[in-house]
């Protein structure tokens, strides 16, 4: 089902950590998303951050409340982007054989006998 | 190739198990989803599972162990059924042909893919989430978690779905199970972390728990995620300890106490042994894959951030925990070591940097399979009796004792006919 026209891009974000306080809430906040499992990271200024992702009108609320907030990228802007590498090549299809993986094969050992 | 569609997933699957017949097993999982779409795991072994751990009565060795590969639980996460895929086409290609596997600087023998196809029986389900992976095909801007159930959405289409990994049945009551405040899944059907209206209340969830009912012998379970380039260990809700067995999430004097990030109130219990045994085995993982091109992926337990090792990301309901507590929960049901690997530092890479995650996260897989081989002859100083003793040895011997039997019986009768006054 198509999404509605109106439906507002979400932006991934990180957020800086100023507290255990300001983290509790805003894990405990279910309109921010963490993706998989939350986890925070440093980066390379040695600033401790979260990443999240975030509905696009929602990242002022976030900073009304007191967070600081970086946007890293429209996370919806790039997948729409990458949508064209989707289903492109299926080499899966009626009549053709399996693919091999992407690997490359180890020769067999000279006394190893074919399945 | 590229990123595959959902009718492109169904056609590898359904390739793969008719191109690899003997050892390439199409499993059909029972649930339809809610939009009516069938979901498929692939078996990949040449002996098949027993419904008990009793011996082989052919082979009389010990039941092949199984090792499941779940994949497409959360649909943002693209490249998780091509993984699966990519996965299963070099195991069985490699097998058939008696070779081995590289995986950039990862390589494993011939021996090694054969000990994987014939002492273990491997279960991938490349898409245990097709309707929310159809959903993000056709909207990829959506930045889809969940599954497609509308039921608690209140026809707002943008609270439609459940988490299905924090729908499984552990732990899933969280306002009851965790202290106030601590939020490892949310009640609110808006929110990607929606648990659902009930433990297993998803289809998606009950096709999991299905095949880890029907094969008893899955001994090994990852769920494939995106991303943050860890490998994850028990357990999810809180910090481990493996000193006071009361203090356990069977035990409900500790409801409302656990989930703190101090780490002093309540921790989980697990046995010494698991935990060495889940500590070793996310470690090789991770060695595996960080062996292909230096990608640095960490192995750590679930429940811990990566800065100063606090734990304040608890879960409830998610399928690696879960998989373990069954046999704690229900006596009878079959331990199973529950891991999560999240590959990968976006949603959806590149395809260009896609198929290098694949050759990363399937040589962590192959290993973790490696690990899970049994011993070729768990008792190799019965070795020459249990060859007396095959069926196959016995049946002639015993068929020639008949005969030998016989012809003695028939030699009496006759040397008695023949004897003076008969």
Not at chain 2, 382 to 406: D, H, I, K, N
Request: a neutral charge; one cysteine or more; aromatic letters at 8%.
């Amino acid at each position: 089902m198509p999404e509605p026209a109106d439906t507002p891009d979400v932006l991934q974000i990180e957020i800086r950590l100023q507290s255990a306080e300001s983290l509790r809430r805003l894990l405990a906040n279910p309109l921010v998303d963490f993706g998989c499992r939350a986890a925070t990271r440093r980066r390379p200024d040695g600033v401790v951050v979260i990443d999240a992702f975030i509905a696009a009108p929602l990242v002022d609320t976030l900073r009304r409340d007191g967070h600081e907030v970086d946007v890293v990228a429209n996370a919806s802007a790039v997948a729409r982007e990458r949508a064209v590498e989707v289903g492109r090549a299926d080499l899966f299809e009626r009549g053709r054989p399996s693919r091999r993986g992407l690997v490359r094969d180890v020769p067999a050992r000279p006394d190893a006998e074919a399945h | 190739m590229g990123y595959l569609t959902v009718p492109q997933i169904n056609t590898a699957i359904l390739r793969l198990a008719a191109n690899h017949a003997g050892i390439c097993e199409l499993i059909a999982l029972p649930e339809a989803t809610y939009e009516g779409r069938a979901t498929f795991a692939l078996r990949i072994g040449t002996r098949s599972p027993t419904r008990s751990g009793f011996l082989d009565p052919v082979r009389l060795v010990p039941p092949p162990v199984g090792v499941l590969f779940l994949c497409g639980v959360h649909a943002r996460e693209r490249g998780g059924p091509e993984i699966a895929i990519a996965f299963a086409a070099d195991l069985l290609w490699a097998y058939e042909r008696g070779q081995g596997l590289r995986y950039g600087g990862k390589e494993f023998s011939a021996s090694d893919v054969e000990a994987i196809v014939e002492r273990l029986n491997v279960f991938v389900v490349p898409m245990v989430n097709p309707d929310g992976v159809h959903h993000v095909v056709q909207n990829p801007g959506s930045n889809w978690r969940k599954n497609r159930n509308p039921a608690d959405g209140g026809g707002n289409p943008g609270c439609y779905g459940v988490d299905i990994n924090r729908n499984f049945p552990f732990l899933w009551d969280f306002p009851k199970h965790f202290a106030p405040g601590v939020a490892p899944a949310s009640i609110n059907p808006c929110a990607e972390t929606y648990r659902g209206a009930g433990p297993a209340s998803e289809p998606e969830t009950r096709n999991v728990r299905w095949l880890l009912d029907r094969y008893p012998s899955i001994g090994r379970m990852m769920d494939v995620h995106s991303w943050r380039r860890r490998v994850l260990h028990l357990w999810g809700d809180d910090e481990n300890q493996s000193a006071d067995p009361s203090m356990s999430f069977l035990n409900p004097a500790w409801d409302g106490r656990r989930g703190l990030d101090d780490g002093t109130v309540y921790r989980e219990f697990i046995p010494a042994a698991d935990r060495f045994a889940v500590v070793t085995l996310a470690a090789r993982v991770r060695d595996a894959i960080t062996a292909v091109r230096g990608e640095p992926y960490t192995a750590i337990q679930s429940i811990a951030l990566n800065i100063d090792g606090k734990d304040w990301f608890p879960t409830s309901g998610a399928s690696d925990d879960y998989s373990y507590s069954r046999h704690l929960a229900e006596p009878g049901k079959s331990k199973v070591y529950g891991f999560t690997l999240e590959f990968g530092t976006e949603f959806h890479p590149p395809w260009a940097e896609m198929e290098s995650i694949i050759l990363d996260v399937n040589a962590g897989m192959l290993e973790f399979c490696l690990a899970a081989v049994p011993p070729a002859d768990p008792f190799p100083e019965y070795a020459e009796w249990r060859r007396l003793l095959r069926w196959q040895t016995l049946v002639p011997v015993l068929g020639l004792a008949a005969l030998a039997g016989g012809a003695w019986l028939v030699s009496r009768a006759l040397a008695a006919a023949r004897r003076p006054g008969a």
